[in-house]
């Protein structure tokens, strides 16, 4: 017998209750839990004989275990758990939503989750029964506020102007005017009037008879501030792409009125959807008139909760598993990795387990990357289906898994196999139709045909993939047979219409739609699909009243609004669509399909007057010289960029190219387009005049142009829609810079044109840099444009060590709703939503803090363990629990809120290089915030660590970022700007010490080290982790033989024994004849190792471009030299000391004794940027440098 220990229990606890069902022993199990079942507190049991008797694959028998407990134990924990997992698979078991229903109509629930179920089921039975009177009754019961009433719109870009106060904050300001939204679902969809970014506001109103506790369910996607009785109940902080989340909060209600009253984020569209649900018979929904409570910054005292908790406990696998499942069906997918993960740490061999765990890395955790999910799925499977317990379901989602690695052979015999273990194995037979569509394996397709087939025509999951190989394969008349068996098996759904649709009575499918509409009014399907029906009547005043009906539900639909334009434009009213659209993108600027709509009804682009023609340039350039030095010219670069108020883009871009040479022709023949983009001209024009078009350009991000020829002109011209900067994956608003001007090739017409409306608040900020020409401003039709237009520009000669491009060359930039406020905001937002630690991830923590006392060493050591524990890469923003646990990511957020929970103050410091600062504006730049450090507070001491590289001293900021100006992100504080201490260069020097020894024959043998300081060391530390002590050697000899040619190495030791920021070799090495007798003379080589300066700076005569030394440049060290013989020192004692504005250089030559030689060196040279007219005397400096170490003289004299 297998013993169990789990959560504290004893062994045979364990075993007794759920260590037999997670060890795939589910008939032992389901005795063992039906023999507990009777007892009325042992929800657990029941739902653990429920999932023993799913288990087993007995369709008859699973349903038939539902329904008894349905009836036996109504309103719990298993009940509510039966209808959930079910409701996913009802399709499976026909009979389940009638039997259930008639179970369910009977029920008076409390519980809020299954009040929602009950509502689905009823409204389900109710139109399978066309019974409106149950139909209103269970939505009436189910518990949600369904109307509340909106405020306007306020604000454009909903992050940052959420943590703002807007009027309808004031209850004064409030207005019977407003609209009031009304949802039977429960779920509240945005009214068009407040459609778009920006901040909503919504009141809503209930009556209380009697005192009571009530369980609040909170469902939305993002930031949310819920106000009751004007105190805050709810603050929560969410964004879009995390999905929405489900919240529960405990509170107590007095008789009589409440007011609710929810202020939410709204990035776009209608997203900004909520539903709010009470559980408690004894209130009812009054209409929100007028809020009558001020908001105040009180709290109303309430208690957030996992509603399962008390009855699923903390002690049980089995709860560990269904926290799990309910956490899934919440779209918490974060949360029921961390149980699945932690039950399969306990069971490992549990089909059940692993397979729950698998799918959910195969359909779910999008938060952690794609190969990062694949292969923890393959990991896990590869045991899985390896063990003769192995369950049909984990062998068809091993096949799934096969197929998105590409090997249909195995995903084909995985299925089978599932098959032979479970005839009527959905999972299976889904994949084998996905995988015969996608390889084109017919006889898989009968196969599976003749399975699907003889399973019945009351199986409706069947009947269903039935009707979508019939329609994949064109058979109208299985189609219509099929629907009209699916009509009367779920005459809830669209079979029936569909059915009517294909015998070309219209008239009866409008009517089944209509009937079916309403039962789910919210649903926009059922006025859109009685518009489509009309149309085909050509009865387009019907089609026009229900397309403004699916409007009317979804504000958000495109293919309502585009029929709607059709239907305007087909009668002639231009106007009309032309204010529809504009109308829709006053709520939605940003939709790109829209405005490709508008300029196609207008017949013109939105930058028509400053488009260009092709073929006057082309005929304007054939008269000009060609060029001899290049391989193509760029004879017209033009971007024009229309802005919107909410922060969305189009960009018109226009290129014309020539080729000049044959490797012209590969270059430019190859042409890369942006996504979403519309193309409005993509050519090759000869110089005859003759155009050539490609094939096809039709949803393809990169294409070959064929027939491309010297002396050709390739014409590309498209216009690309982009959402508002707030959807960018680093949050701000972005900025948007165009250079006039390359290093690559000839630039002929660069221009940028600006377009925005006047007075858009705020404006854009807009700057140039090293323009040769004054600005093109104007103002027309309500519109600002800017234009900046270049010519005949060259290429600039590249030289090392030059500055970065955009020091010099002609660039103008603009940067639209920017401010530092907004900056923060948005990344305070992003920070709290990743800064959640798990239970377990919290469980490190406290094993952190509990390891030393001083809080600053306890820091230090926590920074060590845990930058050095994780492999860096560039994605700041994972969540931290993922970080931690793949030990991959950033370790910034991971470590502040480690900081944090010790009790030392910490923050983020979004900063840039300081170099930025001279090229770039000093307006805020949040491209530019490119790195994370954090600021610890220790009382009054204040220390910066950089989370981003392993091996550095606690305290250390790398040497580009000292001095810069850094954004430090505080909630609390309006704009918190700093400026990052300096620090000596000395922290990024490199050192070096030789020790030779020289016979009297001339042989050396000799030692030495190299000492490298900073992130440099850091680097180093990491790359020669990555060799193996043959590489180490070659790489470490091939730098002896640069200073010594001839030498030969010995050992090389990494010291281990090094402090954080620092990285040693050292080594061994010997030379058989290192000096060379000449008559009573040795003649050596040069002792010193060579400077990088001479051969990184100074190896032009002359400089047109500034001359740039990005980092200081450190070096010191010494040479010791001892002569083992006879032999002794002729020598020149030398003392160099250099001083000038460029840096520093001293050495120094000296005898310590008649056989030994000191040599020393030293330089400092800062980082700095020469002038061109400055580099002279920079060259003089290396040079007397040079000629210094070139004329050491350190012969030796043999002995007599």
Same mark, same amino acid.
């Given at each position: ?70 009836? #036996? ?37 409390? *519980? ?15 139109? $399978? ?50 609209? &009031? ?37 909170? $469902? ?20 879009? #792409? ?8 405990? &509170? ?8 609710? =009253? ?138 799934? +898994? ?32 996905? +995988? ?92 859109? @699909? ?5 149309? *085909? ?68 682009? @939105? ?6 023609? %092709?073929?006057?340039? &082309? ?72 155009? =050539? $078009? ?65 007075? !858009? ?59 530092? *406020? ?27 803090? /509990? ?36 030990? %991959? ?18 923050? !983020? ?76 260069? /000395? ?35 990491? *790359? ?6 043959? #590489?180490?050697?070659?790489? &470490? ?10 030498? /030969? ?30 008559? /009573? ?120």
């Amino acid at each position: 017998m297998l013993l169990f220990f789990f959560f504290g229990l004893t062994p045979i606890q364990a075993t007794d209750l759920d260590g037999e069902f997670f060890a795939n022993r589910f008939e032992l199990s389901q005795a063992l839990y039906e023999a507990k079942k009777s007892d009325a507190q042992n929800h657990l049991d029941r739902i653990g004989w429920f999932l023993s008797v799913v288990a087993r694959q007995d369709n008859e028998a699973t349903q038939n275990a539902g329904l008894s407990i349905l009836r #036996e134990f109504p309103d719990s924990l298993e009940s509510e758990f039966v209808l959930a997992y079910m409701k996913a698979l009802r399709d499976q078991f026909p009979g389940w939503i009638d039997q259930a229903g008639e179970i369910l109509v009977d029920w008076q629930p409390v *519980r809020p989750e299954t009040k929602g179920l009950r509502a689905f089921y009823l409204r389900l039975l109710a139109s $399978y029964q066309d019974d409106q009177a149950l139909h209103t009754r269970a939505l009436s019961e189910s518990g949600y506020i369904q109307a509340w009433r909106y405020a306007p719109l306020y604000g454009q870009y909903p992050i940052p102007d959420f943590e703002r106060e807007w009027p309808a904050e004031q209850i004064k300001t409030w207005s019977l005017a407003w609209p &009031v939204q009304t949802s039977m679902s429960g779920v509240m969809v945005p009214p068009s009037s407040v459609r778009g970014a920006g901040v909503l506001y919504a009141h809503a109103k209930i009556k209380v008879e009697h005192p009571n506790d009530f369980l609040l369910r909170l $469902y939305a996607f993002q930031n949310l501030d819920l106000y009751l009785d004007g105190k805050k109940l709810v603050q929560k902080r969410a964004l879009l #792409e995390m999905g929405p989340k489900v919240n529960y909060y405990r &509170v107590t209600l007095a008789k009589g009125e409440h007011e609710f =009253l929810i202020k939410l984020t709204q990035t776009r569209g209608a997203n900004g959807q909520f539903s709010l649900q009470l559980s408690g018979d004894n209130f009812e929904t009054v209409s929100p008139n007028l809020p009558q409570k001020q908001l105040t910054d009180l709290a109303y005292p309430a208690m957030e909760m996992n509603p399962y908790q008390k009855e699923l406990g903390s002690d049980r696998s089995l709860a560990l598993f269904l926290q799990g499942f309910y956490a899934q069906l919440r779209e918490d997918d974060e949360t029921a990795l961390e149980n699945y993960e932690a039950l399969r740490q306990t069971y490992p061999d549990s089909q059940w387990a692993g397979a729950a765990l698998a799918n959910l890395y195969l359909t779910g955790a999008d938060y952690l990357s794609q190969d990062e999910r694949l292969g923890n799925a393959f990991n896990l499977l590869r045991v899985l289906v390896n063990s003769p317990q192995a369950l049909p379901d984990t062998f068809a989602l091993m096949g799934r +898994l096969m197929i998105q690695a590409n090997r249909p052979q195995d995903a084909l015999q995985l299925f089978r196999t599932a098959l032979t273990l479970q005839a009527h194995h959905n999972d299976s037979l889904d994949g084998l139709l996905a +995988l015969s569509g996608r390889e084109n394996l017919i006889d898989v397709r009968e196969q599976v045909k003749k399975q699907l087939e003889a399973f019945g025509p009351q199986d409706g999951w069947a009947q269903k993939r039935l009707l979508d190989i019939a329609k994949a394969e064109g058979n109208t008349e299985r189609t219509v047979e099929l629907l009209a068996n699916l009509g009367r098996l779920f005459p809830w759904d669209s079979y029936l219409a569909e059915w009517y649709d294909l015998n070309e009575n219209l008239e009866a499918a409008i009517e089944n739609l209509k009937q079916r509409s309403a039962y789910f009014p919210e649903s926009a399907y059922f006025p859109s @699909a009685i518009a489509n029906d009309y149309a *085909r009547l050509g009865d387009h005043v019907n089609q026009r009243y229900w397309l403004e009906q699916t409007m009317a539900v979804d504000p958000t639909n495109f293919r309502a609004l585009s029929d709607l334009v059709d239907l305007d434009c087909y009668e002639g009213k231009l106007d009309q669509a032309r204010a529809r659209m504009q109308d829709a993108l006053e709520q939605d600027p940003g939709n790109g399909r829209l405005r490709q709509m508008l300029s196609h009804l207008d017949g013109r682009t @939105a930058f028509e007057s400053f488009r260009v023609d %092709s073929f006057s340039v &082309v005929e304007k350039t054939l008269q000009r010289p060609t060029p001899q030095d290049a391989d193509t010219e760029l004879v017209l670069d033009q971007m024009m960029i229309r802005l919107f108020a909410d922060g969305s883009q189009m960009r018109y871009t226009h290129l014309l190219r020539r080729v000049l040479t044959k490797a012209g022709v590969d270059e430019e023949s190859e042409i890369s387009l942006p996504e979403d983009v519309e193309i409005l001209e993509l050519r090759t024009i000869k110089p005859d005049g003759s155009v =050539l $078009y490609p094939a096809d350009i039709d949803h393809k991000s990169s294409l070959t142009l064929s027939g491309v020829s010297v002396g050709d002109f390739i014409d590309e011209e498209h216009i690309q829609y982009l959402p508002p900067a707030y959807y960018d994956k680093d949050g701000a608003d972005a900025s948007m810079s165009f250079v006039f001007q390359g290093i690559d090739r000839i630039y002929h017409h660069s221009e940028l044109v600006l377009i925005y409306p006047k007075g !858009l608040d705020p404006e854009p900020q807009i700057f140039s840099k090293n323009f040769p020409f004054p600005l093109e401003r104007n103002e027309e039709n309500g519109l600002v444009s800017v234009r900046w237009l270049a010519k005949n520009m060259p290429p600039l000669n590249a030289e090392p060590a030059m500055p970065n491009p955009g020091y010099f060359l002609p660039t103008a930039t603009f940067y639209f709703n920017t401010t530092y *406020r907004e900056i923060r905001d948005f990344f305070i937002n992003a920070i709290n939503t990743r800064m959640v630690p798990s239970r377990g991830l919290k469980g490190e923590m406290v094993s952190w803090a /509990q390891e030393e006392t001083d809080l600053r060493k306890r820091a230090e050591k926590v920074y060590a363990f845990v930058v050095d524990s994780i492999e860096p890469d560039q994605q700041f923003y994972r969540d931290i629990n993922q970080v931690w646990q793949t030990k %991959s990511g950033n370790a910034g957020l991971l470590l502040c809120r480690t900081f944090n929970e010790m009790g030392i103050p910490t923050h !983020l410091v979004l900063t840039r290089p300081k170099e930025l600062e001279t090229i770039s504006s000093p307006v805020p730049i949040p491209d530019f915030y490119t790195y994370g450090l954090l600021q610890l507070k220790f009382g009054q001491k204040i220390v910066f660590v950089d989370p981003n590289q392993k091996h550095l001293p606690f305290g250390y900021i790398p040497y580009e970022y000292r001095g810069a100006k850094g954004l430090l992100l505080d909630e609390h504080a309006d704009v918190v700007e700093i400026t990052l201490p300096e620090s000596s260069a /000395q922290s990024e020097r490199i050192t070096f010490a030789y020790e030779m020894a020289i016979d009297d024959t001339g042989a050396m043998t000799g030692s030495g080290s190299e000492t490298f300081y900073g992130s440099f060391a850091g680097n180093l530390v990491e *790359r020669y982790k990555l060799l193996n002590k043959p #590489e180490i050697k070659q790489r &470490v000899e091939a730098g002896i033989n640069g200073n010594y040619p001839g030498t /030969q190495v010995q050992t090389v030791t990494i010291a281990e024994d090094q402090p954080a920021g620092e990285f040693q070799l050292a080594h061994t090495f010997s030379h058989p004849a290192f000096g060379v007798l000449e008559g /009573q003379t040795f003649k050596l080589p040069r002792l010193l190792p060579e400077t990088v300066l001479i051969q990184n700076y100074g190896s032009l005569a002359e400089r047109h471009m500034p001359l740039h030394i990005r980092r200081p440049l450190v070096n010191e060290g010494t040479v010791r030299v001892t002569l083992n013989g006879k032999a002794h020192w002729s020598v020149e004692p030398k003392n160099v000391n250099l001083k000038t504005e460029f840096g520093v250089y001293k050495l120094t030559v000296k005898r310590e004794s008649e056989q030994v030689l000191l040599i020393k060196r030293s330089y400092e040279v800062p980082d700095q940027l020469i002038a061109p007219e400055n580099y002279p005397k920079f060259l003089e400096f290396l040079n007397s440098i040079n000629e210094n170490e070139n004329t050491i003289s350190v012969n030796m004299e043999a002995g007599t």
